[in-house]
T-cell receptor
Framework: NAGVTQTPKFQVLKTGQSMTLQCAQD?????MSWYRQDPGMGLRLIHY???????DQGEVPNGYNVSRSTTEDFPLRLLSAAPSQTSVYFC??????????????FGDGTRLSIL | SQQGEEDPQALSIQEGENATMNCSYK?????LQWYRQNSGRGLVHLIL?????REKHSGRLRVTLDTSKKSSSLLITASRAADTASYFC???????????FGQGTELSVKP
């Protein structure tokens, strides 16, 4: 199994551009989430989904959109990139059983720079 | 605001020594998890402890949970240079929807 796959691994954007970060998992996990990791800030939750067609906001959702049309995919869209969105983005997934008592499986991240 | 806060932020020890990292959180939880992150990689799950458990072991890892103090500790015994990484605690929000991570402890184990 590939686990959680994130693409691209690196990206440089100009301010105002839009782009989509891809996340796919092949473990049939219901729960998927996006985090951003900044120095000194740890991981902050952007958006999450408990199943196809269901999404919800995390701690820092502004400037990002998500959708969940299939169990496998959970893309993160930057609508109009800003330098403050320069970060490393991680996607994670887990089975949804009895709440949040399942380990999260992480991708290797997308390193995004906004100029 | 962050649910979990790790302490210390950075820890440097010699190979063979024990490393202890602490995590404090603010609200009631169903469980607490510890993760490890090697430089440039994603996080890897280490151990999960439920709110009705007080201690759990996995190999050289020992995790304790004190729900009255809203704190947890991760002990790595007989550390190795390969243990060099950042370690994060994560807690659920007791509502089934979110898993919130702390800021992490950066561990350096010198050979």
């Amino acid at each position: 199994n590939a686990g959680v796959t994130q693409t691209p691994k690196f990206q440089v954007l100009k301010t105002g551009q839009s782009m989509t970060l891809q996340c796919a998992q092949d473990m049939n996990h219901e729960y998927m989430s996006w985090y951003r990791q900044d120095p000194g800030m740890g991981l902050r939750l952007i958006h999450y989904s408990v199943g196809a067609g269901i999404t919800d906001q995390g701690e820092v959702p502004n400037g990002y959109n998500v959708s969940r049309s299939t169990t496998e995919d959970f893309p993160l869209r930057l609508l109009s990139a800003a330098p403050s969105q320069t970060s490393v983005y991680f996607c994670a997934s887990s089975p949804l059983q009895r709440g949040r008592d399942q380990p999260q499986h992480f991708g290797d991240g997308t390193r995004l720079s906004i100029l | 605001s962050q649910q979990g806060e790790e302490d210390p932020q950075a820890l440097s020890i010699q190979e063979g020594e024990n490393a202890t990292m602490n995590c404090s959180y603010k609200t009631s939880i169903n469980n607490l998890q510890w993760y490890r992150q090697n430089s440039g990689r994603g996080l890897v799950h280490l151990i999960l402890i439920r709110s009705n458990e007080r201690e759990k072991h996995s190999g050289r890892l020992r995790v304790t949970l004190d729900t009255s103090k809203k704190s947890s500790s991760l002990l790595i015994t007989a550390s190795r240079a390969a243990d060099t990484a950042s370690y994060f605690c994560a807690t659920d929000d007791n509502q089934g929807g979110k898993l919130i991570f702390g800021q992490g402890t950066e561990l350096s184990v010198k050979p």
